[in-house]
Structure formats: C-alpha cells, structure tokens
C-alpha cells in the first residue's frame, strides 16, 4: 500500500499528534464527559489509520510492528482483567469499586477504578483496531500481487 | 411513530441482507439491520426537552465536593435524557464493529479464493 | 463464604464465585497469544488445564444455587449472575464437551498452522458460553451471545480454504440476523418494562399482562434464538458450517453451542420471564416436528460423513424443542404437573445426552478425517479393523443416538414417548418412534460405508491415531454408556436433573426467588 502525495504526508505529520493527545484526552476524562475507554481507543488507533493511509503500509509497520501491537493488546486485556481481579481481593466481589473512597466527586482523580479501567480498554481498542486495518491491508496486497501474475 | 420507523428500516437491512447478490452489499445491510436496532434503543431513552444526563460542578453545593440530594439534583433527574440506553448502545456498536470488520475480512478472503463477490457463484456446497 | 447476603434461592451455596467460570477462560485466552510459535506444547497444556479445572469446578456446583451481584451494586442496578439447576446443568454439559474437545485438539490441531490463535479462540468461546448460562441480566445475555457468536464464526472458517470460507460467511450472515432481531427484542423489552434485570422484567410483565410490543418482542426472541439453535426454517446455515469447521469445533458447535444459544436462551426467555402460554407451547411442538421430521429425512441421503452428522443435530435438537413444549403445552393448559415435568425430563435429559454423543460422533469423523484425509463415505469402507478405538466409539454413539437400550438415548426417547402418551398426544408418540427408526437407517448407512466392507487400495495406510484423541474418545464412549444411570439412579436424578426440571416447570418464580421481596 503506497502513500499519498506530499501536501498529504505534511499535513499528516503535524496533524497525528493532535489526534493522539485528542484521543487521549477523550480516555482520561471519560468519567465526567462523554467518551470513554472505547470512544478514546477508536481515536488513538485512527491516529495510526491516518498515517498508514498517508505514508504507506511499511512505514507503519516498521514503527509498529504487528507482533508488538498483539502484545500490546493482550497487555490492556489484562490491565481490565486484573483490575477486576483485585476487586476480589480487596473488597470480595468481582469489580467492586475499591478505590472510590480515596476520591473527590467531580474531579479528574475520582470514581475509583473507573478511570483505571477506562485506560486499559483505550489501550486494547486501539492496539486491536489498529492490527484490524492492519491485518486487512495485508490481504490487499497479496490480492494486488495475485492480479499483476 | 418514530419507533415504527426504525422498525421499518430494519426491515429495509433485512430485504437487502436477503436479496442482494453482491456480497458487500449484503454486508451493508446487516450493518443497517444493526444501526436500526441501535437507533430504536437509543429514541426509547429520549424525552422531549430532555438534557443531557451528564453532572456538573454546578451541582455541587458544598466547596468539599459533597452531592447532597437537593433541588438542582431534583430537576435533573426529572429532565435528563435516560442515560442507561445510552449505555448499550455503546456496547451495541462495539459489537456490530466486532462483527464488521469479522465478515469484511472473510469477504476479502473469499474473494481471493474464488475470484468474484456474487454469491450465485460461489456455491461449492451444496444438498 | 458466600459474598453475597441477598437473594440466595435456596439455601445452599455455590462453592465459588460465579465470575470465576468467566474469568478463568478469558485469562487463559489472552495469556496465551504470548506463548507464540515456540511455546506450543505450554500454551496446549495451559488450555487443557483450565478445560479440566472448569470440569471440576462445574461438579462441584451440581445442585447449588446462587446469586452473585457483580461490583456489589445490589440488583436493579447492577448485574447479577445467577445459577440455578437449569444453569448447573448446562455449566456441566459445557464443561464435559469442552475439556474432552479440547483433549481432542491437542492432537488434531497440530494439520493447522495457527494452533494459538486456534486455543485461545476456543477459550474465548467457552467463556462466553458460562457467561451466558449464568447470566442473570437479558442485555448481558445479548452480550455473551454475541462473543460466543463471533469466536464461532472465525473458529469454522479456521482452515481457510474454499468451502470452509463459504460456509463461514453463510453462517455469519443468518448468525448476524439472528443477533439483530435478538437486541431488536432486548430494546422492545426494555421500552416496554423499563427493565433489564430478568428477575424484574419478569415482574413487570406478570403485573402488566402482554402488551403488543411484548409479544412482538416475543416473537421476535423465537425467530432470533431459533436462527441460533437452527431450528426448521431457520436452519440453512447448519449443514454448510458444521462439516466445514475442524472437528473439534464441529463437536462444540452441533454439541452445546447451538443449545446453549439457542434452546437455553429461548427456554430461559420463554419458561422464565414471558410465561409459557399455549400459543407457545403449540409453537414450540410445531418447530420441534418440523426439525425432526425434515433432520431425519434430509440425513439419510447424505454422502458426505460429517454433513450427514449435521442433518442429524438438527433432528434431535428438534426432540428437545419437542419435549421443552409438550411440558409447556401441560401447563399451560393446566394439565398434570406431574405429566409436564415427565416431558422436560425428557427434553432436558436427550438435550444433556445428545451433547455427549454427537461431540463423541464428531470427534470420531475427525478421527476417520485425520487418518483418511477424506470424508466422503463412498471413498472409505474397511476401517474396523485398522481403527479399533474409533469404530468401538463411533458404534457406542451410534446405539446411543439411535435409542438402543442400554445406552444414555434409549432412556431420553423414553421418557419422551411415555411423556406424550401420558397426555394423550399419541400421535406425537408414533412420529417419534418413526423418527427413531430414520435415525437407525442413517447410522446403519454409517457404519456400513465407513467401518465394515473392503479397505479400499489407496487407504491401506491408515493406522489408529494415538494419545490424547484416543484419551477424548474413550471418555465420552463411557459417559455415553454411564449416563444411563442419571434418570435410574434416583439420587443422581433428584441432584442433577431434577432442579433443572423444577426451575422450568416453576417457570414465573424464578423472579420472586431472585427479588425475595
């Protein structure tokens, strides 16, 4: 898959960075406006879209390789997992909320493990919708070899 | 009325879900068939001049940042959108994502296999 | 222990929290990918690992009931898993199917390339398959149902060749109708009751009576859940995916996985929160004919041996539909109690039995398909004595399945056929008899092509595969003959199957155990 044309490319390298930051913004805060763990991890991962249509697939590939965003998504599974996990331990039931105490209402450091959870599933959206398109964008190569034999 | 109306989109995605021959377009209307039932999940939680379930500091009375239940609390509650369908639609869409990009995937393989997106063609199994 | 303190349906708790049945697939599945290429031989003992602690643990929770509020938020507003008998049940049909499945694959997997991804697919289908027999909520159901779906429909097209990608994308497209008229159903419910604990739901609908959103929605979940458990008309995605799938996932698929979809969610929607009606038990002995009578018929000229395997599953899924209404039709109609719960025996009793022996007969074919590299019958003949384990297994499911005393299916279509002349329905009674006897002509079929007859010249290599395939076949070869005793033994009926019964026959109580107002 080939990149696009200069202007694109430009305007991609200044523009990804905003996304990402957007992106993460939308996580962090998820628990006082809308957005959230999954709305936040389609944006991260559209950052890497953006790049993967603008500078070609391999370019991508080398920064990110597909092994390493399998590991980063099996990672945020088991931030999620073990977050649930130590709700067991420390308050008895699977995903009781045992860090709402410390917490303020209303501010960015609150609701417990909300936010803890929200991160984690940013994290795994991204890194699986990124190795989606990905992975697609491999399928179209091999076709487009198939076609030129 | 509008309740109707999603029903009836749904049953436009069925239609093209069942009789197209294109296979991608057969995958454009499962995902309608799918953002029907999204859309209808989301008009039962609305109320006309409703606000956003969303809270506020203005909500807030005391500067220590303790919710007591008192009159501002009172309207909101009253006048909020119900915020729970909202809840699962997000699910919903993760899911119908999930499943899109799953069968997008298996067309393109498909594709690679056997050379054509008509499904009148691609009928090795059969009895 | 328990850590809940309301709400428990009977005084006996279960022996752990009920998330651990979710929680410990999904760890597996997402532990495993990191194992990669190298580690093939830990990832496949860690999965067998947890197949086996889970069939333990399921023992373990035979006849216990429990309500587990997930997060301690109490249940109008949280999310409660619930187990009771019929959910016990089922947990210990998931488990026996899974772990031997999962025995079986350790070996058979080993032709395909992707053995990891193949392992924790599989982990993550038999999580969603506990979580949705536990589930105590109608939109986490939905949920369960749709993870189970997705994993399903990679895990069939897995090998990725021609038929197998065909099959896969017809299945995805009937399974992906079934779900959207599932949550269409959920949304009706919810603007019609304001609810999604099922326990209230049920509340609601018994004080309010069956507005025409609800019995749309009903209407709705039958057409959904019977695309899942491929009921007739509904079935036309089953002969095409089932053979195509490696057979491990065709023993899961045509083994619990469209019961546990299908005929657990449908039971639970319709015994539990609707309230069967005779509308509906008439409905469900209408769709429970139609799957026998059409299964049998379409099996029996059938060449191919796992499609013929397939046609067969959706003719005694049809026997469980068949006895669940009959119960249904009984009550509703106010009949003998005694006499309904005869007829859910039954239908739950050949539901359990049915998952051991067709997981047994198509782990057999995969068996016959591993050493043959074929499964058209006509090509094989003369594997009895080169195969000795896998002809004794394949005939021992072969007498269950087609009701030979004194195997597990001779009790179940018993039951069945006593239970429809108990109430008078002794029509019912001779079509089932008569199906019985389909069944028999296409196994005979069975074993005449595939096991007695010549070795024919190009399949003179054959041997018998070893280890851990053997080791799965041999297990379930003895349940199939064991569980006989399930409905003898009176202390093993009244652990196992009895509450199963209680809680459909109850039907409308189960919200008032959970709420305990």
Known sequence: MKGMTIIVKTIASWVKVLIFLFGISIILFGHLTPGGGFAGGVILASSYVLLMLAFGRDFVEKNLSLPAASKIDCLGAFLFALIAILGFAFGGVFFVNYLVKYSQPLRLISAGTIPLSNIAIGIKV???????????????????????? | MPYALCFLLFMIGLYCAVVKKNMIKIVIGLAVMEYA???????????????????????????????????????????????????????????????????????????????????TEIRRLKG | ?????????????????????????????????????????????????????????????????????????????????????????????????????????????????????????????????????????????????????????SLVGFGCEHEELEASF????????????????????????????????SKAIQSSGLNAGLSFALALFVVGFGLKAALVPFHAWLPDAHPSAPAPISAMLSGIFIKTLGIYALTRVVFNIFGISATLGWLLIVLGLLSMIAGAFLAIGQWDFKRLLAYSSISQVGYVVLGLGLGGLIIATGGNVAWA?????????????????KALLFLTSGSVQMATG????????????????????????????????????????????????????????????????????????????????????????????????????????????????????????????????????????????????
């Open chain 3, 341 to 357: 719960s005869l007829a859910i025996l039954g239908g739950l009793f050949h539901l359990v039995n049915h998952a051991v022996y």
């Open chain 1, 126 to 149: 991204g890194a699986s919708l990124f190795l989606a398109v990905l992975t697609l964008s491999i399928f179209r190569l091999r076709q487009s070899t198939e076609k030129k034999e």
């Open chain 3, 1 to 153: 222990m328990t850590p809940t303190a309301s709400g428990l349906l009977q005084s006996r708790a279960s022996p752990c929290p009920l998330p651990i049945f979710v929680a410990i697939p999904l760890v597996t599945a997402f532990v495993l990918p990191i194992f990669g290429k190298k580690g093939k031989a830990a990832a496949t003992f860690l999965a067998n690992l947890a197949t086996i602690s889970l069939l333990v643990l399921s023992i373990l929770c035979i006849g216990k009931s429990d309500v587990y509020e997930v997060g301690k938020w109490s249940i109008p507003l949280g999310i409660n898993m619930v187990l009771d008998g019929l959910s016990s049940l089922l947990l210990l049909a998931i488990s026996v199917v899974s772990a031997s499945a999962m025995l079986f694959s350790a070996r058979y997997m080993e032709q395909y390339t992707a053995k990891a991804k193949y392992l924790s697919l599989f982990m993550l289908m038999v999580a969603a398959m506990n979580g949705l027999v536990l589930s105590g909520d109608i939109f986490n159901l939905f949920v369960f149902l749709e993870i189970a779906s997705l994993t399903s429909y």
């Open chain 3, 374 to 517: 074929t499964r058209e019958m006509r090509q094989m003949g003369g594997l009895a004595e080169r195969m000795p384990v896998t002809r004794a297994a394949c005939t021992i499911a072969s007498a269950s399945i087609v009701g030979i005393p004194p195997f597990s299916g001779f009790w179940s279509k018993l039951i069945l056929v006593w239970a429809a002349i108990q109430a008078h329905f002794y029509w019912l009674a001779a079509v089932i008899v008569f199906i019985s006897l389909c069944t028999l002509i296409m196994y005979l079929k069975v074993q005449r092509y595939v096991f007695l007859g010549e070795l024919p010249d190009n399949l003179q290599h054959v041997k018998e595969n070893k280890g851990t395939m053997l080791v799965a076949m041999i297990f379930l070869a003895c349940l199939c003959v064991l569980m006989g005793l399930l409905v003898i033994v009176p202390s093993l009926r009244a652990n196992i199957l009895d509450p199963a019964v209680k809680v459909l026959t109850d039907g409308l109580a189960y919200s008032a155990n959970i709420i305990q107002k």
């Open chain 3, 170 to 201: 017809k299945y995805m497209v009937l399974g992906s109708i079934g779900s959207s008229f599932v949550l269409f159903a959920i949304a009706l419910v919810y603007g019609n009751t304001g609810a999604l604990n099922m326990a209230y739901v």
């Open chain 2, 37 to 119: 039932a999204n859309l209808f999940l989301i008009m039962l939680g609305y109320r006309v001049g409703g606000v956003a379930p969303i809270l506020d500091k203005s909500f807030l009375k005391q500067p220590t940042g303790q919710v007591a239940p008192t009159e501002p609390i009172a309207s909101f509650i009253n006048t909020a959108v119900d915020p729970l369908p909202q809840a699962l639609v997000l699910t919903a869409i993760v899911i119908g994502l999930g499943s899109t990009a799953l069968i997008i995937s298996m067309c393109i393989r498909i594709y690679e296999k056997y050379g054509t997106f008509d499904i």
